[in-house]
């Protein structure tokens, strides 16, 4: 079974930096791409950014370009995201998926991690 | 990046009836080479995170119940419900992944009458 557990969220403020991480079991995770997906409150779901199965390929949402870098190791079955500059608009909670090997939709997800910036 | 836009925003229907739900895109999302359509349909309920019900437009997803059905082609797709039941009661999404960044609609609210 599919299991993904974030962790690393927090209250802090705007101009912070913050290293959220996704550990990830039942499955070969070196296999598979990843994307985060945020949700800000009582909003819908907004596409952060992807990785590759081998970390050579990356992508960002415009809104996150040059600010949040997105990294895994496969050796520790661990995916992150590094965010910096944050902003109260990145207030969101931001959840881990596992891409389908044919495609960027997710069947498996996490419960999320809870990401609050306000000074 | 490609905008998708569903409808209605909310929708109350009763119990044992059919929910239909739309989603369109700003652009095609059927891929001529493999006649694939990269579209994908999510539930949500509170305090959790999304489910995949459906992809490729009409694929359901291992474990989901057959009264949740996909069909559509190229900008125009369709989440179908019937029979409602009471645990159906969430927002559900569509999303193309058909090009980066993939995008997600904004969202049907879903509720009893």
């Known amino acids: 079974e599919v299991q993904l557990v974030e962790s690393g969220g927090g209250l802090l403020q705007p101009g912070g930096s913050l290293r959220l991480s996704c550990a990830a079991s039942?499955?070969?995770?070196?296999?598979?791409?990843m994307s985060w997906v945020r949700q800000a409150p009582g909003k819908g779901l907004e596409w952060v950014s992807a990785?590759?199965?081998?970390?050579?390929?990356?992508y960002y949402a415009d809104s996150v370009k040059g600010r949040f870098t997105v990294s895994r190791d496969n050796s520790k079955n661990t995916l992150y995201l590094q965010m910096s500059s944050l902003r109260a608009e990145d207030t969101a909670v931001y959840y881990c998926?596992?891409?389908?090997?044919?495609?960027?939709?997710?069947?498996?997800w996490g419960q999320g991690t809870e990401v609050t910036v306000s000074s | 990046d490609i905008v998708m836009t569903q409808s209605p925003d909310s929708l109350a229907v009763s119990l044992g009836e059919r929910a239909t739900i739309n989603c369109k895109s700003s652009?095609?999302?059927?891929?001529?080479?493999?006649?694939?359509?990269?579209l994908a349909w999510y539930q949500q309920k509170p305090g959790q995170p999304p489910k995949l019900l459906i992809y490729?437009?009409?694929t359901r997803q291992s474990g989901v119940p057959d009264r949740f059905s996909g069909s559509g082609s190229g900008t125009d797709f369709t989440l179908t419900i019937t029979s409602l039941q009471a645990e159906d009661v969430a927002v559900y999404y569509c999303?193309?992944?058909?090009?980066?960044?993939?995008?997600f609609g904004q969202g049907t609210k879903l509720e009893i009458k």
């Open positions: 039942g499955f070969t995770f070196s296999s598979y791409a």
């Open positions: 999303q193309q992944y058909y090009s980066t960044p993939d995008t």
């Open positions: 652009q095609s999302v059927l891929y001529s080479s493999n006649n694939k359509n990269y």
């Open positions: 990785i590759s199965n081998s970390d050579d390929t990356t």
């Open positions: 998926a596992k891409a389908d090997s044919s495609g960027f939709f997710y069947a498996g």
């Open positions: 490729w437009a009409s």
